[in-house]
């Protein structure tokens, strides 16, 4: 969209980003001792001491990717979160998603993208280790990248929405990266619902 070219619009929304994913994760931490979670790839020994919203400026400053990448990578992780319900979001593996999740957007979206080791170096870790994270993030994903117009508009227009409350007020069960809510929504809508009732709908118009 339009609005995502404006550097006003793109700093509420790194903030209303960070806000977000610092909430689905503190949630989750409090959670890890009641339901399991597996540990992966992603998970670090120890919590990154650079804050989300800051780490996320930095991707945001370096990458140069469009900021289109950003919507994107959010669905992604949205996802990921549901295909995966055994590895939700925490403050031990909420970097290493980010980084991979922008850095396959870049990717999926861009003409011109930087490889993996200038994100390796952007997200402070090591080649080897972007290489691993990008590998099975796609698994993680069961390779389902394509991000149609209809599912693009509906999260950035969730996005627009909740960020015109200051401060960002998230409702953590409403959204899918909360490792409490059922695997079979998505944070705004069910996409695969989404498109059969597109179909439906076609179907009846013929």
């Known amino acids: ?55 996320l400026d930095r991707i945001f400053k370096y990458a140069n990717c469009s900021p289109s990448c950003f919507i994107v990578a959010y669905i992604y992780l949205d996802r990921f979160t549901q295909r995966q319900p055994a590895l939700p979001i925490n403050s031990f593996n909420v970097h ?18 930087y490889n993996n080791a200038y994100y390796a170096k952007v997200g402070g870790i090591s080649t080897t280790e972007m290489n691993f994270l990008e590998v099975d993030f796609l698994f993680g994903l069961e390779f389902h990248l394509n ?15 909740e960020m015109l409350m200051q401060p960002p007020t998230v409702n953590l069960a409403e959204s899918s990266l909360y490792m409490a809510k059922s695997s079979k929504l998505h944070l705004c809508f069910n996409e695969d619902e989404s498109s059969h009732q597109q179909q439906q709908q076609q179907q009846l118009t013929v």
Do not use: W
């Open 1 to 55: 969209m339009a609005e995502l070219e404006s550097p006003r619009v793109m700093s509420k929304l790194i903030n209303f980003l960070s806000s977000l994913l610092q909430g689905v994760a503190e949630s989750n931490d409090l959670n890890r001792r009641l339901q399991p979670q597996k540990i992966s790839v992603f998970h670090g020994l120890t919590r990154p001491t650079i804050s989300i919203e800051n780490y």
């Open 96 to 113: 290493r998603l980010l980084i991979t999740s922008v850095m396959v957007a870049a990717k999926f979206l861009d003409d011109m993208y």
């Open 147 to 161: 991000v149609t117009p209809t599912s693009f508009y509906t999260y950035c227009s969730y996005l627009q929405r």
